[in-house]
């Protein structure tokens, strides 16, 4: 999957899924725990591994570059989206 410089995902989780992700170009960004308050930082190379019903907001952190990652999740694709936040809270994060 691809995301737009800037992009960022709304506050969602993967249900009873587990998901990995695998950075092939780019920065990314998945901000987590309350408020989105934390959050991993990866670049080209770099494995994340999201665990079950873990709210979390995907961003590319270049308002430049493409992000371009690939992800699998088991035991199905699950995407349950949740209220969206205001970019303001998610630290670091600016919109092109």
């Not at 873990?54 to 199905?76: A, D, G, I």
């Amino acid at each position: 999957m691809f995301n737009e410089p800037g992009y960022r995902s709304l506050p969602h989780h993967h249900g009873e899924a587990e998901t990995g992700g695998y950075v092939l170009t780019g920065t990314a960004r998945i901000y987590f725990g309350e408020n989105y308050s934390e959050h991993v930082d990866m670049e080209e190379g770099d494995f994340v591994f999201v665990p079950p019903f873990m709210p979390h907001v995907e961003v590319n952190m270049s308002t430049t570059e493409e992000l371009v990652w690939l992800t699998t999740r088991t035991p199905e694709n699950i995407v349950v989206n949740l209220p969206d936040v205001d970019d303001s809270i998610l630290v670091g994060y600016t919109r092109p």
